[in-house]
Nanobody, 118 residues
């Protein structure tokens, strides 16, 4: 079992930046990916960005955040999400995810609220 702890959510104005962090209490052996998903009120949870555990750290972004958000690894057990040029459309609960593709196992954090409003 992997426990994920998120931090960094909050209230910002449009155009501002925010950084989310996530740390896993343990990391699995072998290939895995960590990432961020978000869920706005009345909408389904959607992918924001992911990064693999490989040396190259392959990344994947949703079209809606590509060029504004940057995901990166922080030590061996954590990730950050730098969010720039935030808009009200980015308002959602952001969830950290760790996925083991070999077993299709997913672990989730409890979520952190990001609100973009003037």
């Amino acid at each position: 079992q992997v426990q994920l702890v998120e931090s960094g959510g909050g209230l910002v104005q449009p155009g501002e930046s925010l950084t989310l962090s996530c740390e896993a209490d343990t990391i699995p052996n072998g290939l895995f990916a960590m990432g961020w998903y978000r869920q706005a009120p009345g909408k389904q949870r959607e992918l924001v960005a992911t990064i693999t555990s490989t040396n190259s750290g392959e990344t994947n972004y949703a079209d809606s955040v590509n060029g504004r958000f940057t995901i990166s690894r922080h030590r061996a057990n954590g990730i950050t999400l730098q969010m720039n040029s935030l808009t009200p459309g980015d308002t959602a609960v952001y969830y950290c995810n760790l996925r083991i593709p070999l077993s299709n196992t997913n672990f989730w954090g409890q979520g952190t609220q990001v609100t973009v409003s003037s």
